[in-house]
């Protein structure tokens, strides 16, 4: 019995030796083994990340007073704070919020310096972009914590504090459910899509009938075409149904447009059949097609803008981040979601997706012709 035991434990560690040298020899599994999570710990420190350390913000001053310089030279002390925008007229609060190039903005009336001095109480409006609710709540804590350091600075004979007033645009309440639904509608999408288009060559190449359709009368052209099509429409209708359930499930209003929220994703889709299908082309089998695709995808979402800002990240990634569809993806959907942005409004959103598109297919086409097995 004994010997039994030994023998089946010895063929067992001799199954477990195989498949570690089968892996460890193998100089592309050494690489995958290492350089991934190297990279995926990298983006995870860097980008995943809720600290605000680069907030940005305007300034509408009507006041022009002593108190209002003070409270401004505090908030751009912190270094977390830099404004990059001066405002003259209230009309002009919109342009820089729905363009997504202040975070908040901090607006003193003009009575604020008078009131102070009557001893009445002076209102400070904070005005939120609540497209990113977790982003806009810690930006509100950190000017309230500000505002309170500022109160408590004040000497005893001193007028009543500054009293913070908030608005939230887009998302009044700052639901976390506003945020993070819109941004699902284009990240879930991707997923399954980029893994069906990674899989279908791949496929086709492990069961030995990929050899028997390029000496069909189809062209490599309209083969890829055949195999994009189905990703594409599949990859429509599951941000339609994520779109519904956004919409009638968690009830979060829908203030745009559906044929344009669905002209931007279909552009999306393309742009990421191109990469799946480029995936797909490279790779021998479907584990290699599922490996790489896993890969790719972790860096994808993670540097996108869904649960950390990109204004947030370093400068390097931030660059990183205009290669990467899903960052405008998400961008497009929640600008016309939340904000009700037309297409005019967001056609710079469009561009990546067409140029993503315009380099992976054409490298699919060729990859198809070209590529040895």
């Not at 997923?191 to 069906?196: A, D, S, W």
């Not at 000496?215 to 083969?223: D, H, N, Q």
Request: proline share 6%; net charge positive; glycine share 6%.
């Amino acid at each position: 019995m004994l010997a039994a035991f030994m023998d089946g434990l010895r063929r067992l560690l001799n199954l477990c030796r195989k498949e570690f040298l089968a892996v460890v020899q193998d100089p592309a599994s050494r690489v995958v083994l290492v350089v991934p999570v190297i990279l995926q710990s990298l983006l995870f420190g860097y980008g995943a990340t809720f600290d605000l350390t680069n907030v940005p913000y305007a300034v509408l001053d009507q006041s022009r007073g002593e108190a209002s310089m003070r409270l401004l030279a505090r908030l751009d002390g912190t270094g977390a704070f830099h404004r990059v925008a001066t405002l003259q007229a209230p009309r002009q609060i919109a342009q820089v919020v729905d363009a997504g190039d202040a975070l908040l903005v901090l607006h003193f009336p003009a009575d604020f310096e008078s009131r102070l001095a009557a001893g009445q109480a002076a209102p400070l409006q904070l005005i939120l972009d609540g497209r990113n609710s977790t982003t806009a709540g810690n930006a509100a804590a950190q000017v309230r914590a500000i505002v309170a350091d500022f109160n408590a600075g004040l000497p005893g004979a001193a007028p009543p504090p500054v009293s913070v007033v908030s608005r939230a645009w887009f998302n009044p309440n700052l639901e976390t459910r506003w945020n993070i639904m819109p941004g699902l509608i284009a990240s879930l999408s991707m997923l399954q899509v980029m893994m069906l288009s990674a899989l279908s060559v791949a496929r086709e190449r492990e069961q030995g009938t990929f050899d028997q359709l390029l000496v069909t009368p189809c062209t490599p052209g309209m083969i890829m075409v055949g195999k994009a099509l189905p990703s594409m429409a599949i990859g429509l209708l599951q941000s339609t149904l994520i779109l519904l359930v956004t919409r009638f499930w968690f009830h979060v209003p829908m203030a745009g447009s559906a044929p344009a929220l669905l002209l931007g994703l279909l552009l999306f889709t393309l742009a990421v059949v191109g990469m799946g299908l480029s995936i797909s082309a490279l790779s021998a089998n479907m584990q290699q097609a599922m490996l790489y695709t896993f890969v790719l995808l972790m860096p994808l979402v993670l540097l996108s803008g869904l649960a950390t800002p990109v204004h947030n990240m370093p400068q390097a990634f931030q660059i990183a981040t205009y290669v990467n569809p899903l960052r405008f993806a998400i961008d497009l959907v929640r600008r016309v979601y939340l904000e009700g942005a037309t297409l005019t409004q967001v056609w710079q959103d469009l561009l990546p997706f067409l140029g993503v598109a315009a380099i992976t297919l054409p490298l699919a086409g060729w990859l198809f012709r070209n590529r040895l097995v």
